[in-house]
T-cell receptor
Framework: NAGVTQTPKFRILKIGQSMTLQCTQD?????MYWYRQDPGMGLKLIYY???????DKGEVPNGYNVSRSTTEDFPLRLELAAPSQTSVYFC?????????FGPGTRLLVL | GQSLEQPSEVTAVEGAIVQINCTYQ??????LSWYQQHDGGAPTFLSY????GLEETGRFSSFLSRSDSYGYLLLQELQMKDSASYFC??????????????FGQGTELSVKP
């Protein structure tokens, strides 16, 4: 199993541009999550999903959108990038009470 | 709401024992978890306390006391590779919480020779 994979690893965006961060898991987990982590800080939940077709907001959803059309994929969309969205983004899925994290996407908005 | 407090930094020497504390202010939660993160990489699960008391997994142990709103992670026989950030996290209560976690800000552990 590859576990949780994320693409891209790193991206630079200009203010106002849009992009989609991809997340895929091959563990057949129903629950998936998107977090952001700012330097020296903990992880903040952006959005989560309890199954295909079902998503809900976390602590910091503003400026982001998600969709969950399949069990495997949970993409995160930034529509109008802002410098405040410069961060490391982690996707995770949950199985057996444990969250499994992807390697992260480092995003820089200039 | 939920709020978790951890020390920002801890330093210890190789072979020693170190305790990382986590105090919380929350209206209730299902359990306390600990995650390890090396150099901004993917966080990895270490331990989970659903009930009060001590959970032991090899060199790592975790403790929870709901009455004291307090938990800790204990690392024994420290090794250089244990240098990392450690996060406590809680599962907030509620019927529709989706298993989500609320994380503390993390404790950076530095292990010296």
């Amino acid at each position: 199993n590859a576990g949780v994979t994320q693409t891209p690893k790193f991206r630079i965006l200009k203010i106002g541009q849009s992009m989609t961060l991809q997340c895929t898991q091959d563990m057949n987990h129903n629950y998936m999550y998107w977090y952001r982590q700012d330097p020296g800080m903990g992880l903040k939940l952006i959005y989560y999903s309890v199954g295909a077709g079902i998503t809900d907001k976390g602590e910091v959803p503003n400026g982001y959108n998600v969709s969950r059309s399949t069990t495997e994929d949970f993409p995160l969309r930034l529509e109008l990038a802002a410098p405040s969205q410069t961060s490391v983004y982690f996707c995770a899925s949950r199985g057996g009470g444990t969250q499994y994290f992807g390697p992260g996407t480092r995003l820089l908005v200039l | 709401g939920q709020s978790l407090e951890q020390p920002s930094e801890v330093t210890a020497v190789e072979g020693a024992i170190v305790q990382i504390n986590c105090t919380y202010q929350t209206s209730g939660f299902y359990g306390l978890s600990w995650y390890q993160q090396h150099d901004g990489g993917a966080p990895t699960f270490l331990s989970y306390n659903a009930l009060d008391g001590l959970e032991e997994t090899g060199r790592f142990s975790s403790f929870l006391s709901r009455s004291d709103s307090y938990g800790y992670l204990l690392l024994q026989e420290l090794q250089m590779k244990d240098s990392a950030s450690y996060f406590c996290a809680v599962n907030p209560p509620g019927n529709n919480q989706g298993g989500k976690l609320i994380f503390g800000q993390g404790t950076e552990l530095s292990v010296k020779p």
